[in-house]
């Protein structure tokens, strides 16, 4: 019932207005008063109350047909992707509905009908104007709908943009915001993601994999981390159980650099995971090859002097 309050509150208020001439003729005859001016505008309260009908009834079948699909499962995917294209297209049809209902109401005046037909009949206009005045706001709006459409990420993707990891939260017209690891929101114009590069992690699926540097001395078993990493991986339940790969990539004057590749189901476990392996990847080599750290050897050659 309190679901549909809204929905129930502005039925008895659409039958109020469809009434609102006899209701203000029996008024008049009481009290002597003269309701006309509001009677008058019965056509304009009927289509603004129409409008937010419309609304009302678009997000409840939303609402409903999203109830199909759960994005706080693991393998969301599918339930993401709709949820982005239902909520930008509703986005889009509010913005229809308030504007066509701006049209209408602004059409009955007879002052400002040129305004109400411009909206309609003037769009090369319209789009002058808008274009010169409102460039970056259109652009905005197209490059929101452009979104919806291609999907370069979905809600809950997760992605670095601007050097910061997080995740899309909301997806706008005009701008998208992105939950920061550390709660923090960045919000972006629609059209950033369209005209500047970003990474996103979970672009066909959640899986990720976690990198680790580790720099050691070249004295150093990597047979012997191999062993370490492998059972460090098996004892944690952050693992995924595919990706588990300890390689040499560098080597420098003083240290050797080993880079260690893991995987886990989704970025935040990824994130956990690698500091998880760093931490006791150092522990194991500060307790059984404290000599392996990385150090700086300078040699000094005792030669005797030769007497002049």
């Known amino acids: 019932m309190k679901k549909h309050t809204n929905l129930i509150i502005s039925g008895l208020l659409l039958i109020l ?3 609102l001439e006899l209701i203000t003729d029996f008024i008049t005859k009481l009290t002597g008063l003269d309701f ?3 009677a008058n505008q019965q056509q304009n309260l009927f289509i603004a109350v129409a409008a937010w009908i419309a609304i009302i009834v678009l997000r409840i079948l939303k609402t409903r047909f999203l109830k199909r699909y759960d994005i706080s499962e693991e393998d969301n995917l599918h339930s993401r992707k709709v949820y982005t294209q239902f909520n930008i297209l509703e986005k889009v049809i509010i913005f229809i509905i308030i504007i066509v209902a701006i049209g209408l109401i ?6 400002i009908r040129k305004i ?3 909206l309609f009949a003037s769009a090369g206009v319209a789009g002058i104007i808008l274009g010169l005045s409102a460039q970056k706001v259109v652009g905005a709006l197209l490059a929101g ?6 999907q370069p990420f979905r809600i809950d993707d997760a992605v670095v943009v601007e050097g910061e990891w997080g995740w899309i939260e909301e997806i706008n017209l005009t701008y998208v915001v992105v939950r920061v690891w550390d709660k923090r929101r960045l919000v972006l114009p629609s059209s950033y993601f369209l005209e500047k590069p970003f990474q996103n992690w979970t672009r066909n699926n959640a899986d990720i994999m976690g990198t680790i540097f580790l720099y050691t001395d070249y004295n150093i078993p990597f047979n012997n981390l191999r062993e370490e990493l492998t059972r460090l991986l098996n004892a944690s339940n952050l693992w995924d159980g595919k990706v588990n790969v300890l390689q040499v990539t560098e080597s420098k004057e003083t240290t050797v650099e080993s880079r260690i590749l893991v995987s886990a189901k989704n970025s935040p ?3 956990d995971l690698r500091v998880h392996i760093r931490e ?4 194991y080599i500060q307790k059984n090859y404290p000599d392996s750290l990385p150090r700086t050897r300078v040699v000094i050659e005792n030669k005797a002097i030769k007497p002049d």
Request: charged fraction near 10%; proline fraction near 0%; hydrophobic fraction near 55%.
């Open 106 to 111: 602004l059409l009955s005046f007879e002052g």
């Open 116 to 118: 109400g037909v411009g």
């Open 269 to 271: 476990m990824a994130w």
């Open 145 to 150: 709908i452009q979104i919806a459409i291609t």
């Open 17 to 19: 207005i469809l009434s």
């Open 280 to 283: 006791k990847m150092i522990e």
């Open 36 to 38: 006309s001016t509001l």
